[in-house]
């Protein structure tokens, strides 16, 4: 499969930030970066059945020293409400969020994408973490490393939102 | 039938350095009465325990890493056994207390307490080493058993409910940065970036 420009600077935004540690579940933004994730060296890739799951292996590989990465469609966020909230239990732990953000303004492939997408942005302030939307595939690799350097200083979780035209 | 504290007394009289997690409930209480220590993180959320506990395993694999669970918590969190089933990590051991109750929350029924059992489904989801046990005999063989293997430990322990130790004062940030301190220094591993200039990009 080619690589497209998105999955490119998915890969080298991942590296440059010193991400090691990928938990994931697919999305159509990620439909050619996670076979090249899973087989590179460099990173530890972990296919997760559900993102709730996907935040606890990113927060148990953070404190074995792991950098990780949770990849997966906003509608996941959701599904890891509970567990990123139930992170401050312990004060936070930090690990980077990349989120593919179906049903962004101006999508056109279907109204199913809409109910959950529309509540990406709230749910991400209810839980107080520090996010940008990109709608570049040029702008994702700024924009991971820019996250990581959020989640090392603040010691929580950030999240890269990927918007209408980056795939 | 077996209480959980009389498993725990077994299990803590033969702990050396295993990092440990431990679910939300009575298990996390206990085991901070009886063997208060550093390299053990306390009330994990119900339902996020054996993923947290997978995540840390895969990241130290030289690490021995024991999660002790609550049927409520393993069956909150089933989806966690596929991922389990397929990542297999040899220095994890899942210790799972099966009481057939919610004992934090009213000490109404679980459903293993009518007809399902957890550690088929784990065996479904291809935890193969998943096992049941009576008893600290038949416990402590399967703990031996599982530290040797070369798979993943998953014991369930038919275990009596009630609980008489005390709740311990710690907090849980203060548990995260001694737990974290805990591995910095035993595992020659930086977990937490110092303050200051960055070092990414």
């Known amino acids: ?167 | 039938m077996t209480t959980r504290q009389e498993y725990l007394e077994h299990f803590v009289s033969r702990l050396t350095d295993e990092l440990i997690l431990t679910s939300v409930g009575a298990s996390a209480r206990e085991l901070q009465a009886l063997a208060p220590r550093d390299g053990s993180l306390y009330r994990v959320h119900l339902g996020g325990t054996t993923s947290m506990a997978m995540g840390l395993a895969l990241a130290l694999p030289q690490r021995r890493v024991v999660a002790f669970e609550g049927d409520g918590g393993v069956l909150m969190g089933l989806s966690s056994l596929t991922v389990l089933g397929r990542q297999q990590p040899a220095n994890l051991t899942v210790i799972a207390f099966d009481n057939g109750l919610y004992e934090g929350g009213g000490r109404l029924p679980t459903i293993t307490s009518q007809g399902t059992d957890i550690v088929a489904v784990a065996r479904g989801a291809g935890v193969t080493d998943a096992v049941r046990v009576r008893g600290v005999e038949a416990f402590a063989a399967a703990l031996s058993e599982a530290y040797a293997s070369g798979g993943t430990g998953y014991i369930v322990a038919d275990t009596e409910p009630g609980s008489q130790l005390p709740y311990a004062s710690l907090d849980g940030t203060e548990n995260k940065y001694r737990f974290i301190n805990h591995i910095e220094a035993t595992e020659g591993v930086q977990v937490l970036q110092a303050p200051g200039r960055s070092s990414i990009r």
């Open chain 1, 1 to 167: 499969m080619t690589m497209t420009n998105v999955a490119t600077e998915t890969i080298a935004g991942l590296k440059a930030a010193g991400i090691n540690f990928v938990a994931s579940l697919p999305s159509s933004a990620f439909t050619t970066v996670l076979p090249v994730i899973a087989d590179d060296p460099e990173f530890l890739h972990v296919q997760v059945t559900n993102e709730s799951d996907g935040v606890s292996i990113c927060a148990g590989a953070r404190l074995g020293g792991k950098r990780p990465v949770l990849m997966a469609e906003n509608s996941g966020l959701l599904m890891g409400t509970y567990a990123l909230a139930c992170m401050e239990n312990f004060g936070g732990i930090p690990f980077l969020l990349v989120l593919d953000h179906r049903g962004d303004f101006g999508e056109g492939d279907g109204y199913w994408y809409f109910p959950t997408g529309r509540l990406a942005v709230p749910t991400l302030e209810m839980l107080g973490i520090p996010y940008t939307v990109v709608h570049s595939a040029d702008e994702v690799r700024q924009a991971i490393v820019d996250g990581s350097r959020t989640v090392e200083a603040s010691r929580r979780p950030a999240a890269v939102l990927l918007g209408l035209g980056v795939a």
